[in-house]
């Protein structure tokens, strides 16, 4: 080729000619991703690759001398004739890079990639186009872009970040396990507060979205999950501190909270925590409305089941200290009632405990209480 240029200077062949030639546009740049892709640390694999981009490179030169737009590319490497399946083809890449090398060389005639997709493919099948290539290291890249470009179109036009989590399928109930860690979706707490910053008077928090979708115990559940995950905990704190803040602004009393998060069996519960820190939240937010741990759990449960449940966390160390508390805040609500020590007697279960049990020592001192304020009445 090079004997045939120099005899021939005016109609010189370059070896991108040829080889397109020979192989299509199309083909010419598959066999170039191909060979990008070539790794090793051997002098072959090195310069196998080396050839490849610079050939790549020939290859967007002569698209460029030829005046073909980015349309024209994509069109040349047959990606028209893809359909949905345009990510699958490796010469994707070519045309991404195609798009880079023509808005460099013309900045006044820059080219969106999106744009092109846009008008082939409806919104939502190009979402699931992109989430697919997302997936995929050798499309990640592109996809990532895309996407960047179809959010801010999304933002121009106002979708609301609602209407995104659907596109986006982030509402999927097969998604519970491992949201918080996908990247679509940390990317779509990104959009919120690019709403939320572009719209101010119509400020909507992340979680009260996805409250939407999942129940306050689902989504809670998911919330704790995720802190337990360095990958995620950065996120989880985030959405566990609005999940406080968007309770106390629907007016949802720590009452409320309880029901909805389903503390039925409360120190079993890996909610019980978030429950705590609501109620201290609420506190601070509400300082005239006063709030007991204790009134709460005995509308829900009965004193006898109540006691049970406290004398059986007061033995575990992560509850010893909160249990113990409620029940001695237990104790004195049966003294202020005056209830009769045979009722506590059996709530306590102190029938066949050790003298030096927790049940009998409250007991004991439930007993003393009474015989010295109730000493009329037989015990």
């Given amino acids: 080729m090079k004997l045939s240029n120099k005899l021939n200077p005016k109609q010189q062949t370059s070896l991108v000619s040829t080889l397109t030639a020979h192989y299509g546009d199309d083909g010419l740049a598959r066999i170039i991703e191909s060979a990008k892709q070539v790794s090793g640390i051997t002098k072959e694999a090195s310069d196998t690759a080396a050839f490849a981009k610079r050939l790549q490179t020939e290859q967007m030169y002569r698209w460029l001398e030829n005046r073909e737009t980015p349309e024209d590319v994509f069109d040349l490497l047959k990606l028209n004739k893809a359909g949905y399946k345009i990510f699958d083809k490796p010469e994707v890449n070519s045309w991404m890079k195609y798009v880079d090398t023509y808005n460099k060389k013309y900045p006044r005639k820059k080219m969106s990639m999106f744009y092109e997709l846009k008008v082939r493919f409806d919104e939502e099948t190009l979402v699931n186009m992109l989430i697919k290539a997302r997936s995929v290291p050798s499309t990640e890249a592109i996809a990532v872009r895309v996407q960047a470009e179809q959010t801010q179109r999304w933002l121009t036009n106002g979708k609301s970040p609602e209407d995104v989590f659907k596109l986006l399928k982030l ?35 992340a979680i009260s979205t996805m409250l939407k979708h999942f129940s306050s115990d689902t989504l809670t559940k998911m919330v704790v999950d995720a802190s337990k995950s360095p990958s ?148």
């Fill in 232 to 379: 995620s905990e950065s996120i989880a704190k985030r959405l566990d501190t609005e999940l406080l803040l968007n309770w106390n602004k629907n007016g949802d009393a720590p009452g409320t909270v309880f029901t909805l998060l389903k503390l039925n069996k409360l120190f079993d519960s890996p909610l019980l925590p978030t429950w705590q820190k609501y109620i201290a939240y609420f506190r601070e937010k509400n300082p005239r409305q006063r709030v007991n741990e204790l009134s709460i759990l005995r509308k829900h449960f009965s004193d006898a089941t109540l006691s049970k449940m406290l004398l059986e966390a007061e033995k575990i160390p992560s509850t010893k200290a909160l249990a113990s508390d409620l029940l001695d805040d237990l104790v004195i609500r049966w003294m202020a009632s005056e209830t009769v020590p045979t009722k506590v007697y059996s709530w306590l279960r102190v029938e066949g405990t050790a003298e030096n049990s927790v049940a009998r020592g409250l007991y004991d001192s439930y007993l003393k209480f009474y015989k010295q304020h109730v000493p009329d009445v037989a015990t």
């Fill in 171 to 205: 509402n999927s109930a097969k998604q519970k396990d491992t949201l918080l860690e996908n990247p679509l979706f940390v990317s779509w707490v990104k959009y919120t507060d690019d709403f939320n910053e572009r719209y101010p008077r119509h400020p909507d928090l």
